[in-house]
């Protein structure tokens, strides 16, 4: 897809739009928005025309005015904002005004990272149409093409311990499943430690990322990439075989703002839980949706590689497995793991 032109998030587009969406399926006269934006008919139809460049469906109809038909499917702040619920508005973790979207970043963890130093508050989101050096975990590269899936990024300020941090992986894994599972999709489950799989092929996974400063949380990105509206036979041939699409499995298309807004949404609220009651509050609801006890898998980590049987994830959050070789049971806190069935 072309990134040449941006959404419009100016207010005046933003108003125009909601006066369009306003009666959907009636036109609205350019007199009448020109009224409501006080501006004048010929501002209006400049607008209309900057908006049908960025993939607004706008029908002129002789002597009625403006018809909005269609809209383009790109995660703004506006877009995403409207899917936010009357919970998430009065709790204040997410908001319109601290949702930033830019039509192509390099990474949008990296660009949360640097404006966490600065002045983001909690709750701060940068969400990416495109990035040109997406990263998923250990150095992998994360394929984020434009204009079809969802990159974005949270930046939390919770009061926790460093060592706690591995935990918001889970709780957002928690809340991206369920997200995921209402578009229709079938057989959604949760892969320990962040990532979420459609019939056993992965269709989103997370990267945390954290500062620390005398053993203190300073700022946790949580990134996320969701394979939303993209083709798994676009993707290298490597991936066709591990990789799934929300699309691909329903043979449609998913509103990325929408997707978005729901996560965002049941984020907020597992964020609050967890933050009153700690991750006792995530693990019963997380452990039936990874469905993972009691599976075999083989761990790999940085300097050893094992099998075993999952048997159970700890208060902590770390994944206990039996070891095949010996019985013993090693407490995993980080690793690849793969389901071995
Ligand atoms: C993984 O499964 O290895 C984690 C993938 C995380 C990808 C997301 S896309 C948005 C955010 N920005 C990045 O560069 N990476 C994460």
Known sequence: MSLSSSPPDDKLSVRLLAALRADRGKPVSGRAIGEMLDISRAAVWKRVEALRKSGYLIESIPRRGYLLQDEPDTPTAS???????????????????????????????????AMARSTAPDGTVVVADHQSMGRGRLGRVWDSPGGVNLYFSLILKPEIEPRYASQLTLLTGLALAEAIGVTGVAGVQIKWPNDILLTGRKVAGILTEMAVEENRVQHVIV??????????????????????????????????????????????????????SGFAAIRPVWLEMSGILGQRVRINLAKESFTGRAVDLDADGFLLVKRDKDGTQARVLAGDVLLLG
């Open 79 to 113: 877009a995403i904002a409207r899917g936010l619920d009357a919970e998430t508005r009065r709790h204040g973790l997410f908001s319109q005004e601290k949702i930033h979207f830019f039509s192509s970043v390099d990474s949008s963890n990296d660009k949360a990272a």
């Open 223 to 276: 990134g996320v990439g969701v394979n939303v509206n993209s083709s798994v036979a676009d993707l290298a041939p490597e991936l066709a075989t591990i990789a799934v699409t929300i699309a691909d499995q329903l043979k449609k298309k998913v509103k990325r703002s929408a997707l978005m807004a729901d996560f965002l949404n049941r984020f907020g609220v597992w964020y609050r839980r967890y933050l009153d």
